[in-house]
């Protein structure tokens, strides 16, 4: 079991920057590749980034490739999400994700977080 915890949302301007941060509470965080997903209002949801278990390979969606940064941090039990020259089509809210393996975050992730908001101005 895994319980994840997202923090960091807010309001930003157009072009501005954020960092989302997911607690992980387990004892083998090291055994789940992790991911950021997004639900924008009347829209489904969609997978942002994800970074395997090392945190050595990430794979991000076209539209945040330049502009968003995965990573963990395996002492802390912590993901990041580090996004810069946000623009209004971000907004969303966004979620933690977990699974065994990158490939499983990505098309059908085990846990979920509750999600934080961000919502860019222009």
């Known amino acids: 079991q895994v319980q994840l915890v997202e923090s960091g949302g807010g309001l930003v301007q157009a072009g501005g920057s954020l960092r989302l941060s997911c607690a992980a509470s ?5 055994s789940y590749a992790m991911g950021w997903f997004r639900q924008a209002p009347g829209k489904e ?17 076209d539209s945040v490739k330049g502009r968003f940064t995965i990573s963990r941090d395996g002492a802390k039990n912590m993901v990041y999400l580090q996004m810069n ?25 085990n846990y979920w977080g509750q999600g934080t908001q961000v919502t860019v101005s222009s």
């Not at 387990?26 to 090291?30: I, N």
């Open 26 to 30: 387990t004892r083998t965080f090291s």
């Open 45 to 61: 949801r969609e997978f942002v980034a994800a970074v395997n278990r090392g945190g050595d390979s990430t794979y991000y969606t």
């Open 85 to 109: 020259s946000l623009k209004p089509e971000d907004t969303a809210i966004y979620y933690c994700a977990a699974a065994p393996t990158i490939v499983l975050v990505v098309r059908t992730p």
